[in-house]
C-alpha cells in the first residue's frame, strides 16, 4: 500500500516539475491545466473524506444499537443529521469545483 502512495506521489511530483518547462517555449501558461487539476483533486478528495466519515459515523452507530437496541430512537436522529451535514460537506466542494472549471481560460 504504501508503494502506492510512493509511486502516486513521484508521479504527481514529476507533473508538477514537468509544468514550468512547457511555460519556456513562449505558446503560453499552462494555467487552465493546473485549474482542472486542482478542481478534479478538491472533488475527488472531498468525496473520499465523506464517504470515509459516513462509513465510520453509520458503523459507529449501527454498532451502538447493536449493543443497546433500547437506543435506536436517541442514535438515529443524530447520524442522519450528521450524514446530511457531511453530504453538505461534498456538496460545498463539488460548486467551488464548478466554479474553478469557469475560471479555465478557454
Same mark, same amino acid.
Given at each position: 500500500? +504504501?508503494?502506492?502512495?510512493?509511486?502516486?506521489?513521484?508521479?504527481?511530483?514529476? &507533473?508538477?516539475?514537468? +509544468?514550468?518547462?512547457?511555460?519556456?517555449d513562449?505558446? %503560453?501558461?499552462?494555467? %487552465?491545466?493546473?485549474?482542472?487539476i486542482? &478542481?478534479?483533486?478538491?472533488?475527488?478528495?472531498?468525496?473520499?473524506?465523506?464517504?470515509?466519515?459516513?462509513?465510520?459515523?453509520?458503523?459507529?452507530?449501527?454498532?451502538?444499537?447493536?449493543?443497546?437496541?433500547?437506543?435506536?430512537?436517541?442514535i438515529?436522529?443524530?447520524?442522519?443529521? %450528521?450524514?446530511?451535514?457531511?453530504?453538505?460537506?461534498?456538496?460545498?466542494?463539488?460548486?467551488?469545483?464548478?466554479?474553478?472549471?469557469?475560471?479555465?481560460?478557454?
Amino acid at each position: 500500500m +504504501t508503494r502506492i502512495l510512493w509511486m502516486l506521489a513521484w508521479v504527481f511530483g514529476a &507533473a508538477l516539475v514537468a +509544468t514550468p518547462s512547457y511555460a519556456a517555449d513562449g505558446a %503560453g501558461s499552462n494555467v %487552465g491545466g493546473l485549474i482542472a487539476i486542482g &478542481a478534479g483533486l478538491g472533488i475527488g478528495l472531498a468525496a473520499l473524506g465523506v464517504g470515509l466519515g459516513q462509513g465510520l459515523a453509520s458503523a459507529a452507530a449501527m454498532e451502538s444499537i447493536g449493543r443497546n437496541p433500547n437506543s435506536a430512537d436517541r442514535i438515529f436522529v443524530p447520524m442522519i443529521i %450528521g450524514l446530511a451535514l457531511m453530504e453538505a460537506l461534498c456538496l460545498y466542494a463539488l460548486v467551488i469545483a464548478f466554479f474553478l472549471q469557469g475560471k479555465i481560460p478557454g
